[in-house]
C-alpha cells in the first residue's frame, strides 16, 4: 500500500520559515523522482520543486528560486521542502508526489501576519 504523508504545515508570518516532510511507504522510495506542487485558492496547481532519486539534481519554480530547498533521506523514506522568507503569496495546499502517479494528502501553509 502506497503512502505518500505530508507534515509541517501551519501558520507563519511573512519572512518566516517552516519545513515541511513527506514520509514515503508501500514503494521503493529511493528509485522514485520526488516533487512538491501547491495550490492555492482559485489558482492552477504549480509544480515548486523536483529533486532527482539521488538528490544530486533539482530544479524549482522560478517563484521560490532563492528561498526554497527541496531535500531527501533515502535511509528515512522521507523528502523535504525548507521553505525561508516567506511571503503571503506562498499561502496554498503543499502536495508532496511520487513519480509517475503517486500524492500526498496536502497540508495547509498559510502565509500572514
Known amino acids: 500500500q502506497v503512502q505518500l504523508v505530508e507534515s509541517g504545515g501551519g501558520l507563519v508570518q511573512p519572512g518566516g520559515s517552516l519545513r515541511l516532510s513527506c514520509a514515503a511507504s508501500?514503494?521503493?522510495?529511493?528509485?522514485?523522482?520526488m516533487s512538491w506542487y501547491r495550490e492555492a485558492p482559485g489558482k492552477e496547481r504549480e509544480l515548486v520543486a523536483s529533486?532527482?532519486?539521488?538528490?544530486?539534481?533539482?530544479n524549482y519554480a522560478a517563484s521560490v528560486k532563492g528561498r526554497f530547498t527541496i531535500s531527501r533521506d533515502n535511509a528515512k523514506n522521507t523528502v523535504y521542502l525548507q521553505m525561508n522568507s516567506l511571503k503571503p503569496e506562498d499561502t496554498a495546499v503543499y502536495y508532496c508526489?511520487?513519480?509517475?502517479?503517486?500524492w500526498g494528502q496536502g497540508t495547509q501553509v498559510t502565509v500572514s501576519s
Open positions: 508526489k511520487a513519480w509517475p502517479r503517486y
Open positions: 508501500g514503494f521503493t522510495f529511493s528509485s522514485s523522482i
Open positions: 529533486i532527482g532519486v539521488t538528490g544530486s539534481s533539482t
